[in-house]
């Protein structure tokens, strides 16, 4: 089976790819520069011959989608939908990968995949919108929201702190925003069992079990380093105000996944201690 690999350069992809690839899949690829997924007619050379497209490719820079929305949505909207078109004019299924933030962040228990969505900022209003493109032009097509990655390839939430547990004595970090950490590597696995079980097509959750808040995930990121986890203080959003308004609560439910038979990713902190030594090295390591 041919998959094509759209936004290959970024995080959660270049753990996807060698995934895809030791389950026997053939992987196609293209990084930003090989594909310009804004362009109908390039996706549709990109796709033909190809059974499976996972798109990977996103605009994720979330404060700076506040002021320039219509770039943002050029690529989680615009390019979301070329890529559906053609895929579907190709006869392939598309993998789309979503986001937390297409919910108001305002539940008290798990989000479920059917739960209304009511994005507050410009990137999750683009990303629902790449949702909606996927859903209407390629019926063969599974979204999968996550939330809160973190991975080698690029830098995350645990880099940071471990970069600055090394030029500060205390850190604050907010801890009124709940979620579901998820390394890169536990979603690729999760991604290739998906594609080689080829469950129904529709809307999935995949992130980390378990939920806790950014303080208790700096904490986690010190006690994996060796550090003193008492050096990080608890703080609220308001106290770092951002362009773009974060979701209080972003845990989602994961009914549809393990409904499909699909094994839910391992517990956040579990992850956490395999992950902390490669993403702060910056490289995977080996196993």
Known sequence: MRVLLAGAGGMLARDLR?????AGFAVTGATRADLDITDPQACARAVAGHDVVVNAAAWTAVDDAETQEPQAFAVNATGAGNLARAAAQAGAALLHVS????FPGDAQVPYAEDAPTAPRSAYGRTKLAGEWAVRSLCPSSWVVRTSW????AGPSFVRTIARLATERDELSVVDDQRGQPTWTRDLADGLTALIAARPAYGTYHATGAG???WFGFARGVLEELGLD?????PTTTDAFPRPA????YSVL???AWTGAGLARLPDWRESLTRAVPEVVAGRPTAG
Not at 18 to 22: D, F, I, K, M, S
Not at 229 to 233: D, K, N
């Open 149 to 152: 990655l973190y991975g080698a």
């Open 245 to 248: 308004p974060r979701p209080a």
């Open 229 to 233: 986890p008492a050096r990080v203080l």
């Open 99 to 102: 986001t937390d933030y297409v």
């Open 18 to 22: 060698p995934a895809l690839e030791e």
């Open 253 to 255: 439910g994961h009914d």
């Open 211 to 213: 939920e806790t808040t």
